[in-house]
Each structure stands twice: as C-alpha cells, then as structure tokens.
C-alpha cells in the first residue's frame, strides 16, 4: 500500500507511469517475492522431510510423512491467491502480453482442476504454478530495468543540456 511519504518523494511520472501505478507494481513485485520464498520453503520441505522419512528408524513415523507429503502442497497452495493478484497487476499495466497471462493462469489452472476432479493428485498441477510466480518475477525485473534505464537516459541528457546551456563552458 501506498503511503503518503510515499508519494511526496515521486511527484512526477516515469515513462508515462503514475507514481501511484509504480507503487502499486512494486507492491505486486514484493507479494511475488513472498510467493518465490514460499516456493523455496516448499522445495527445502520436500528434500529435508523426505531424506529424513527415508531412514529406516523413521519409516513408521507418520508425522515425518505428513511434512514430507502435505507440508510443500501447502505452501505452493499460498502461493496461488498471491500470483493471481500478480497476475491482475501485470495485466492492468501491461506488463507482459495477455496471452502469456492468460496461458500462465489458465493451463495451471485447468491441470490443478484436472488433476483434482480426473487423477485425484494435485502434484502436476501445483508444479504448474511454479513456474507462473517465476514468470512474473521476469515480468516484474523486466519493468523496474525499463524504468532504471530510461531514468539514466533521461539524466544523460539533462546533464548534456545543462553543459549546452552553460555559459561558463562555451567560452573556451
């Protein structure tokens, strides 16, 4: 969310962007940050439960396979609501094309269902949404670069400007 502090140190648009709409984004790009970390989570949860429920003295101990079952299901579960809101962000600004969007979302979405209602599993198509919090991370980084790069442009040429406009520079 945007503060007031905020939007006093942006007051003007970058490239066409309102200050509001650039902290909105990166609001989105944090969230998604959160989602990654949760992907993470889910990977080391997956490898260390399961090395530790492989060994023989804890074969019979069902809380070992709880963890290494059910514990990465959920927490790339968490990650679902957060990359649809990424994925609302990402469209609204036209961060990425809405095909890829829409593909992202809707094959994740379908193999999920899919998997539910046809294969009673749901590890394809959570494995699905992997991939979709990782693409909008690119989408994100792709922006923030746009925008870093048209700032330095921007500079370059105010500081030609200024040395132009110099009247202590001209007289060599």
């Known amino acids: 969310m ?5 939007q006093s140190t942006q007051n003007k648009s970058q490239r066409g962007f309102a200050p509001l709409a650039i902290a909105r984004i990166k609001g989105a790009q944090r969230a998604n940050q959160i989602a990654i970390y949760l992907i993470y989570a889910a990977i080391i949860a997956f490898i260390v439960f399961g090395t530790i429920a ?3 003295a804890f074969h019979d101990n069902q809380l070992l396979y709880q963890l290494f ?3 990465p299901y959920a927490l790339i579960t968490l990650t679902i609501p957060i990359t649809i809101y990424d994925a609302l962000v990402v469209y609204r600004y036209r961060l990425n094309q809405p095909s890829m969007i829409a593909m992202s979302i809707g094959v994740s979405t379908i193999i999920l269902i899919g998997g539910l209602l046809f294969a009673d599993t749901v590890w394809l198509g959570l494995s699905c949404w992997l991939g979709v919090a990782f693409l909008f991370k690119v989408s994100f980084k792709r922006f923030f670069d746009f925008l870093e790069v048209a700032d ?3 500079i370059d040429e105010a500081s030609e400007t200024a040395i132009v406009d110099d009247p202590e520079h001209t007289r060599s």
Do not use: A, G, M
Request: glycine letters at 0%.
């Open 2 to 6: 945007t503060t007031v502090s905020d």
């Open 54 to 56: 492989s060994v023989k």
């Open 69 to 71: 079952y059910n514990l």
């Open 152 to 154: 330095e442009h921007d």
